[in-house]
């Protein structure tokens, strides 16, 4: 009986050991040692990410925006179009092929394809300030009071190309590029060989400010409020110089009793002896 109730004791204890041993190798719950965020912790949190968010998103919006919309608006700015329309008359069109011959053409649908087919389209324009009436739909005319200017040519826009539905090159080529067609257009009081078809001042600045000062402001307002929020920018005297800075003092003379200079003088006077002078 004894033996047999040893036996179950050290069987029970292995198995006790057993379940400690798988207890220790078992891998531990995540969720106790999760840690809890504060409200604080999480407002940062959220409140970093869409900082970060609007910063990126803002700024790399700049380098699509900038040569499609910005970059043409101050060309146009730049020219100094005339803000009331004048009436222009299509003197010619020349349909070319090639790339040497279509160094530039009236509308081409993309800006950044190579020309190969190119219409020009040459126009006269009249000078003077006019008032064209509301209603009017036949200008051949009223055209004919006034004088021509020298021929000049006609854009769909500054750049002469642009992107569908806004640029439609069929519709264009086929309305002002009929020799004799008499249109209201606008030119460029700088350079008065360039003829737009449409012009507004208005809608110029408003696409620099919608597409270049909106976008800029968000990406300098977030990164200053990522700066502040992460970093240290206050500005700090550099004071490292001021410890680095060798000690210039002059050693101090130490032990200037009158014993010490006694012996010192005691020493010197044989050799003061030794040496005399000649008569």
């Known amino acids: 009986m004894r033996s047999g109730s040893s036996e179950?004791?050290?069987?029970?204890?292995?198995?006790?050991?057993?379940?400690?041993?798988?207890?220790?190798?078992?891998?531990?719950?995540?969720?106790g040692n999760r840690r809890f965020r504060s409200w604080r912790e999480r407002a940062r949190f959220?409140?970093?990410?869409?900082?970060?968010?609007?910063?990126?998103t803002a700024g790399a919006s700049l380098l699509f925006l900038v040569p499609l919309y910005v970059?043409?608006?101050?060309?146009?700015?730049?020219?100094?179009?005339?803000?009331?329309?004048?009436?222009?008359?299509?003197?010619r069109r020349e349909d070319l092929v090639g790339i040497f011959n279509c160094s530039w053409s009236s509308c081409r649908e993309g800006c950044?394809?190579?020309?190969?087919?190119?219409?020009?389209?040459?126009?006269?324009f009249i000078e003077q300030n006019i008032t064209i009436p509301e209603n009017m739909t036949d200008f051949s005319n009223?055209?004919?009071?006034?004088?021509?200017?020298?021929?000049?040519?006609?854009?769909?826009?500054?750049?002469g190309c642009g992107y569908p539905p806004t640029v439609t090159c069929k519709n264009f080529n086929a309305y002002y590029g009929?020799?004799?067609?008499?249109?209201?257009?606008?030119?460029?009081?700088?350079?008065?060989?360039v003829v737009l078809t449409s012009y507004n001042h208005d809608d110029?600045?408003?696409?620099?400010?919608?597409?270049f000062a909106v976008p800029f402001v968000i990406t300098v307002i977030s990164s200053i409020a990522l700066c502040i929020m992460h970093c240290d920018c206050r500005c700090k005297k550099d004071r490292s110089h001021r410890r680095n800075r060798p000690q210039c003092r002059r050693p101090r003379i130490e032990n200037l009793s009158d014993?010490?200079?006694?012996?010192?003088v005691d020493m010197l006077t044989p050799a003061i002896e030794v040496y005399k002078p000649p008569l």
């Open 259 to 264: 014993t010490s200079i006694s012996t010192r």
């Open 204 to 211: 110029q600045v408003a696409v620099i400010i919608h597409f």
């Open 178 to 193: 009929i020799e004799g067609a008499i249109y209201p257009c606008f030119y460029s009081r700088k350079n008065k060989t």
């Open 142 to 159: 009223y055209t004919a009071e006034w004088e021509q200017s020298d021929e000049a040519t006609l854009l769909v826009n500054i750049k």
């Open 46 to 56: 959220y409140s970093t990410s869409t900082l970060a968010f609007f910063s990126v």
């Open 8 to 31: 179950l004791l050290l069987e029970q204890q292995q198995q006790e050991l057993r379940l400690r041993k798988i207890r220790e190798l078992a891998p531990k719950k995540k969720n």
């Open 112 to 124: 950044t394809s190579d020309l190969y087919r190119c219409v020009h389209i040459y126009v006269t």
């Open 71 to 91: 970059d043409p608006a101050i060309s146009t700015l730049s020219h100094d179009f005339i803000e009331n329309p004048t009436l222009c008359t299509t003197t």
